[in-house]
Structure formats: C-alpha cells, structure tokens
C-alpha cells in the first residue's frame, strides 16, 4: 500500500510539472508571434518600397544549380555582387587601366574627375537600392562609390573603344578575351544601373558622336543573334524604361505589338516540331527575323496548308548564357513582360529529341556549335527548368492557339498517324524494302527461266533441222 501511495504521489507531481512547462512553452511561442507580427507592421512599408526600387537581383539557387557557370562570372566582376572575391582581382588591373585612359589627366576629362565624383556621390543611394539583399554587401561608402567608379568607367572606355575599331575588335584586349567580358558583362549579377553609365557617359563625352546605348547595342547584340549590322537598332524609343545592359539587350530584341497583334491567354504548346511535320506543317526559317518574331499562317498558294516560320537562331554556348540571364531577370521583374521567357518555353515544346533538332537545322531555323543535337536538345530544355510557366499575356498566344487547332482536325490527325506510323516507322521501312528485294528476286528468277526456255527453244530447233537434213540426204542418196 505504501508503495502505490509512493508511484501516485511522484506520477502526479512529474504530471503537474509537464503542465507547467507546456504552458510556458505556449506562452512563450505566441509572445514570439506577436513580435514577429508588430515588426512585421512596423517594416512594411519599407518592404515594398526596396522592391519597387529594385533591378538587379541574384540569381535563386535552384536555377543557380541547372547551369552556374551561365549566371556566375568566373574572369571579370561589375557591381557589388561578385566585388572583391579572389579568384577575379586579376582583372582589376584591366578595369584600372581603362579607367586611367578615360579620365587622362592630360585629355579632355582630366579636368572632370571632380564633377564625377560629385554626380557619383549624389546618387549613391538611389544606386544601393537598386541591388538586392544590398545590406548582406558590407561595403562601405568609399569602397561602394570606388567600385562604381571604375567599373562604370571600364565599360564606357571598352564601348568607345569597341567603336573606334570599327566595331570588330578593342587593341588592349586579346580576341579570345573579349567575348568572354562580354558574356560576363550581361550576366545579370554583374550589371550597373544605367543611370550611373548614362550620367559619366555624358559627363565625359565631348563629341556627342554616338549614344551610349547604341554603342551597348552594337557590343551586346551581335552577341546574342546572327543578322545584318541593319538589324541592330540605333536606339531604342525614349519612352522605354531601361534599368541596365541586360534590360536594354532584352528590351531591344522585345515584338512590337501594334493593331490586333495584342497580348493575350495562351493555352499549353503541346506538340513538337516533328509532330507539326508530321499533321503537314511547312516549316520555313525566317531569314532577317528579330529573334522573337514568330508566326503561323496561310502558306503563299495555300490556302489549306500552314506554314510556321521561325527566326533563324545560331545556337552558342554564350548566347545560351545571354538567354538564360533574360529569363532570370523577367522571373523577378514585374515591371517587363517575359517575352523571352515565353519564346524559350515555345523552342521548349517544339524541342524533346535530338531528331527534332536535327529537323530544324535541316530546315534552316537551327545552327549550333555545340557538338552535338543531343547538346542543343538538353540547352533549350534546360533554358526554362525551374521556372514556371505563366501565359496570361504572351504575345505567342494566336500562334500556339492555332497551331493546337491546326493539329486537331481530322485531317492533320490522320495525316500525322499515317507519317508516324507507317512512313517514318523504321520496321515499315525495312518490311518495305524486304518486300522490294524479294520482288527483285523474282523478277531476276522469272527472267533466268525465260532465258534458259528460250536457250532450251533454239536448241531444239537446231536439232530438228540437222535430224530433217540427214533423212533428207539419205533419202535423196537412196534414189
């Protein structure tokens, strides 16, 4: 009895404890909630006014792991994000020697360098808050306003320079250093807000010869598509709010949509480009084509026959990093359309094999150095992994809407089935050819049997005239 009275007696204090301590717990879980939600209210507005402010994001870790080398430079830094990390100060140097041409003491902008450090000065935190995540970059203000220097300073000289060489070519870069500045300089880590550029741009420019977004353009775009010097606008409309060079690149390559070319809701891309074949689709590349003007429609002389036309693309392992930067900067900024994002997931669906790639370059719409199709198969699908697809205003909206319908008819669908099936099916093929063989054999047969009937004829005949002429000859001896 003593005992049991021991057992109840420690049970019920163990238990009165367990209540005490699971009710400070609570009271403490929801203390801290109460916290978080008046420091919540007390920043937001500040929150969304960092967002509104905001242009030049970093990259998310899970597009960073499809490719890394496409979004993080690995020879030069621009801006604050890769700033001072060891294994690019060697470019330092270069960035510095730029610089130094640019505000010669003994030309034309020595006498400025005063006047741009004033103008850098004045906008330095409009600048911050350009960058996000900008208060996990401990830079101070010397070392902010010294790196926006230089680096600005760097890609006015190298466009001017790139200008002066008749756009070929800059004489204080080797040739196989050049295009890899240039695709690290369009990486969207690696960007400067292009008020900085444009203020020391025109603060050092006497001639007034050439815009600096021009000069951008002719240095980026070439980059990024294969046409005519003719394709490159001078340009773009000043109304068109440009954030920085990767934003001017994306925006000057965006469809201009007048009239009834309107944005609209696209459904899903649900067949390749084979399939489209297949229902008798022509495809027909589209030579002098800016890179998103695609179409479907009529075909000349056609009435019933569609035709897809597509810009011709020549596939680089540096414009697959041009255009992975466009998607990652028009999955955070809400202010542009994501027009190149909508262009990457449309060569997404016309693209699953290798064999369609091949169709494609066989056509004239896809060239590519990147040695293989199978490569080029994997670069386009991987464009867009890890990004979600959103199709509300996609100016390909009347061109994926009808090439679905298209492939719906009965006609397209039976036409389709049949070329799957039995033209383009490799055992129809082989079956086909076994038959033709075996037909070619029996022609050849047939034809040995009426020789060897005829050879048989003609020796019979011989021997009938030599049997006739002997009882000819006998008989006439006998007489």
Known sequence: MRCNEIIRF??????????????????????????????????????????????????????????????????????????????????????????????????????????????????????????????????????????MMVDAS????????????????????????????????????????????????????????????ALALRFFLAALTSGSSNMIPKSLESEVRIEHLLDLLRSSVAPKLSGEEQRGNQKNMVYSITELKNAGVKIKAGHNRKLLDISFGNRYLGMFVKELTIPALHLTDHRGTILRNIVAYE?????????????????????NTEEDVALLHYKGVLNHSLGSDKVVAELINNITKEIAPDFKESYLHKVVNDANMYFEKPYARLRS???HNYVNSLVVLSTLGAIAALSLTYLQTACALAELRLSFERQESKAFDSIARDAFLWAWFDL
């Open 154 to 213: 760097f890609i006015i000289q190298l466009l001017r320079d790139f200008s002066l060489n008749k756009f070929d070519q800059v004489h204080h870069l080797s040739r196989w250093k050049l295009p890899v500045i240039r695709r690290e300089m369009i990486m969207l880590e690696n960007q400067l807000p292009l008020f900085v550029l444009s203020k020391l741009s025109e603060l050092t420019d006497e001639s007034r010869s050439e815009r600096l977004d």
């Open 331 to 351: 999955k955070w900024h809400e202010r542009c359309k994501p027009d190149v994002t909508t262009c990457m997931f449309f060569y997404n669906k016309l693209i």
């Open 417 to 419: 089935l049949v070329m």
């Open 10 to 147: 420690t049970f019920q204090k163990f238990s009165r404890g367990n209540i005490h301590n699971t009710a400070e717990r609570f009271s403490n879980w929801r203390g801290l909630i109460r916290k978080e939600l008046e420091s919540d209210g007390n920043n937001h507005s500040n929150n969304y006014e960092e967002s509104d402010s905001v242009c030049i994001y970093r990259i998310p870790q899970n597009m960073l792991e499809v490719e890394p080398k496409a979004y993080t430079p690995h020879s030069i830094s621009i801006g604050p994000y890769h700033y001072g990390k060891p294994h690019l100060k060697d470019m330092e140097n270069l960035k510095l020697r730029f610089f130094r041409r640019l505000f010669d003491p003994n030309g034309p902008n020595g006498a400025k360098l005063d006047e741009a450090f004033n103008a850098l000065e004045l906008v330095e935190d409009k600048a911050r808050q350009c960058y996000m995540e900008m208060e996990k970059i401990r830079l101070s203000r010397d070392e902010f306003l010294h790196m």
